[in-house]
């Protein structure tokens, strides 16, 4: 009879392990999402459908946003290693969509981008890795870090590869369109970046088009005035941009044709599309931990968005999905933005397979 070999040995040390991992890891205690085999390098990408990549980049808190207001730029550089933790928690099943996503497409985990104190060198990083990922044939799926360089570096690396046009379905509360000066772009601890990137993929990134920019959400006292005119003298039309007052009226009528028809427009005549997700776009009773503003996004709308997203663009056109601005310690909205991920995920099997979730 054989016995199986216990991972301790008894008397142990007392510098040994407390427990026995029995997911891979990235360091220490780190695991990777959801356990999904570890890539070590790019090889290692090579037959993966979907790869996860860390940002870990912490903003400058601006000298506006003191205390707990500038919660959502303090220790992001942690949040990546705190989702993945989070996520062990969860498989790929989802029964009220009647799919199994891991069964149909194979995750792998990159780890994290290295970030440093000079931001223009963590831009230059987080493109870098990205194209890695998408140059092994695998769908990029980022966690910053704020946003800024957990966004524009993940676009534009999606953008440069893209046969076409590229459309994008960007989720957030704010307008994130702010002018900049030379200087500032030449600021490598530039705290401008975050408040200023959606607009600088509009009037830099070849391929990312006006027409297939789509703001979901925008609310809120701490925009500014420009924070629409800006995006309408690039060329977004201003149906494309859905603010508190749009959902509210759909509401009324049919939310869910609401939905669609976002990822419609995003999606019109565009070869690509990528989703970025700032948390702030949900409404502030969603989250304990973190509530930002009121008056957004219900969980429901939200996922039923990023589902639509996977199910319009189907794999061909699924660019990839990028999370920003999510503080370490917002476990509920780390669990949300899971389920996020995986609804993405679920879209795109449901188009490949000719299913539906049910209305």
């Known amino acids: 009879m054989t016995t199986t070999k216990p991972p301790y040995t008894w008397p142990r040390r007392p510098t040994a392990a407390v427990s026995q991992p029995l997911v891979p890891r990235l360091y220490g205690g780190i695991p990777t999402l959801y356990g999904a085999p570890l890539a070590e390098s790019a090889a290692d990408l090579r037959g993966a459908d979907v790869a996860f990549v860390g940002i870990p980049w912490s903003a400058p808190s601006p000298d506006s946003r003191p205390g707990v207001a500038g919660a959502a730029f303090v220790g992001t550089q942690m949040t990546p290693g705190t989702f993945r933790q989070n996520s062990l928690k969860y498989g790929g099943y989802l029964p009220e969509l009647e799919v199994d996503v891991f069964e149909h497409l194979s995750l792998v985990d990159y780890g994290d981008v290295s970030i440093g104190n000079d931001v ?21 799926l980022t966690i910053g870090g704020n946003s800024g360089v957990s966004s524009y570096p993940v676009l534009r690396a999606i953008a440069e590869r893209s046969r076409g046009k590229v459309g994008v379905l960007n989720f957030d509360a704010h307008g994130d369109n702010g002018l900049t000066t030379p200087e500032e772009r ?29 703001h979901i959400g925008l609310r809120g006292p701490r925009n500014d005035p420009g924070s629409i005119t800006r995006f309408l003298d690039v ?10 007052r749009e959902f509210k009226q759909a509401r009324k009528r049919d939310v869910d044709e609401l939905c669609r028809a976002a990822v419609v427009r995003a999606l019109d ?18 989250s304990p931990d973190y509530g930002d503003e009121p008056l957004g996004i219900t969980t429901e709308e939200f996922l039923e968005i ?49 299913s539906r979730h049910p209305a």
Do not use: K
Request: glycine share 10%; proline share 5%.
């Open 186 to 214: 030449a600021d490598r601890r530039d705290p401008r970046w975050a408040g200023t990137w959606a607009l600088r993929i509009l009037q830099e990134l070849p391929g990312v088009t006006a027409r297939n920019y789509v």
């Open 120 to 140: 223009n060198a963590a831009l230059e990083e987080a493109y870098r890795v990205t194209g890695e990922v998408i140059d092994a044939g695998c769908i990029p």
């Open 269 to 286: 005549s565009v070869d690509t599309l990528w989703i970025g997700i700032d948390t702030d776009v949900l409404t502030m009773g969603v």
């Open 306 to 354: 990023v589902y639509q997203a996977g199910l319009q663009a189907g794999r061909a056109r699924f660019g990839g999905l990028s999370i920003m601005a999510l503080p370490p310690n917002a476990l509920t909205l780390h669990w949300i933005l899971m389920y996020a991920q995986l609804y993405a995920l679920a879209g795109l099997v449901h188009a490949e397979t000719g």
């Open 235 to 244: 060329g977004v039309p201003r149906e494309n941009i859905y603010t508190y």
